[in-house]
């Protein structure tokens, strides 16, 4: 593939992290070649020579005057589909070039929650292992620059969007399919087009393929049916070794964990080197991440939870000595009424709450009882919000940051989030 686009007019759709990637790939293997660079934001820090710049509100009109479109994860194809047919067709991604001019093994991951958590478990795993591992995609480096020492002997752990999946038309070797839940609803444009998204890691598998799968998911479960890969079950239980401690919490961690075991058992990686793994394996930043006891308080940050069913999977992993909970973000139309129930039976007294579905959540809690049990703070920031946690949670009790939304309400991202929880929550500790 790489050969044909030598003659060919390139276009690089998007220029963040992934599209810089491509243009300096690209850079690198055809160095006399103009290349288009497309992007509604403008780029003030590109200076090379050779370029063609398409900047701007307008951006998708230079689509007619290429014959290859590398598009970036962060444009949603729904907005390309307004276009002729014909400007879709010349389309691919990073994903698809990567995948189609790989010497090596690919093992990728996809679900709506725990993909980052069991890539870099499996990617650990391996390398305890003896084998050549490389962590890539989503959580690890962009992946079309590895191609110039890429071997036959290196397998590649691709963490893999549904965003990176849509229109893939190539399956990596080693398939891990974790969950499905609404998500991304304002980006695709319904949920089944976000399903039918994520079915490609395993819809060109053929049967020299593996495919690990959450066998109680009924739309995973639905979509393994139709693969030709050699399925396996993530197992429910695993006897690793005698007492093994596990450093995640709670019942979907466990899943993610029994994901990896099943990808080092399919290398053949010895029990107990996967157990030792797994032992020393330190939980990712912002994914139920203990903070640490101030005050007597116990602080979570699960500030990657942007979705009610991994709320509710933190309370289930963290038990009844939550007392304060932060909720609410930018509202994408997902309902909220099991997380309303499940915290109806939790232990839970005090609710803060973030615009703009914090005040959503606080409705449906409310019209599903009449009598009201808890405190509820509709505030602005972060720093009022560790502030009043500090005010109303009892000492021995657990204050958890789950907000089951995305966080672009009032903050940047997750991370930006989950840092100013962190920051306040040390600040106030010594005051």
Not at 129 to 150: E, T, Y
Not at 361 to 387: C, T, Y
Request: hydrophobic residues 40%.
């Amino acid at each position: 593939m790489l050969e044909e686009l030598k003659n060919k007019k390139v276009l690089i759709l998007g220029f963040g992290r992934e599209g810089r990637d491509n243009f300096l790939f690209l850079r690198k293997l055809f160095p006399k070649k103009v290349l288009g660079v497309a992007d509604r934001l403008k780029i003030k820090d590109l200076r090379f020579k050779k370029v063609r710049l398409h900047l701007g509100e307008n951006y998708l009109k230079a689509l007619k005057d290429y014959d290859v479109i590398i598009k970036s994860p962060g444009i949603p194809f729904k907005e390309l589909s307004k276009l002729d047919f014909d400007y879709l067709k010349k389309i691919t991604t990073q994903t698809e070039i990567f995948f189609k001019n790989c010497p090596g093994k690919i093992v990728g991951i996809t679900g709506t929650k725990g993909k980052s958590t069991t890539a870099s478990l499996i990617y650990k795993i391996l390398k305890r292992g003896g084998i050549k591992a490389h962590l890539a995609g989503n959580i690890g480096k962009p992946v079309l620059n590895l191609l110039f020492s890429a071997t036959p002997n290196d397998v590649y752990i691709y963490e893999l969007s549904s965003h990176q999946l849509y229109n893939l038309k190539k399956s990596p070797h080693i398939a891990v399919f974790l969950n499905i839940y609404q998500e991304h609803l304002d980006y695709y444009r319904n949920f089944n087009e976000y399903v039918r998204a994520k079915a490609n890691i395993t819809r060109y598998q053929n049967e020299n393929d593996y495919l690990v799968y959450n066998s109680q998911d009924k739309i995973v479960r639905e979509i393994a049916k139709k693969s030709e890969a050699q399925k396996i079950p993530i197992p429910t239980h695993y006897k690793l070794r005698m007492n093994i401690r596990i450093p995640l919490l709670g019942e979907f961690n466990f899943k993610n964990i029994m994901a990896a075991v099943a990808v080092g058992k399919i290398f053949g990686l010895p029990p107990l080197k996967i157990a030792k793994t797994i032992e020393n394996f330190k939980p990712l930043p912002h994914r139920l991440e203990y903070i640490g006891t101030y005050k007597g308080i116990k602080f979570y940050n699960d500030s990657l939870s942007t979705i009610p069913e991994t709320t509710i999977a933190a309370l289930d992993g963290l038990g009844n000595n939550v007392e304060t909970i932060f909720l609410g973000g930018f509202d994408r139309g997902i309902s909220f009424k099991n997380l309303a129930k499940r915290i109806l039976k939790s232990k839970i007294k005090n609710l803060i709450l973030f615009p703009t579905t914090g005040e959503r959540i606080w409705r449906e809690i409310i019209s599903l009882k009449r009598k009201n049990k808890f405190r509820a703070f509709l505030v602005q920031n972060m720093k009022d919000a560790v502030r009043l946690a500090y005010q109303y949670t009892r000492k021995g009790k657990i204050c958890l940051l789950s907000c089951a939304s995305t966080s672009f309400s009032i903050f940047r991202d997750y991370k930006e989030k989950g840092n100013l929880f962190k920051k306040y929550v040390k600040k106030f500790a010594k005051g």
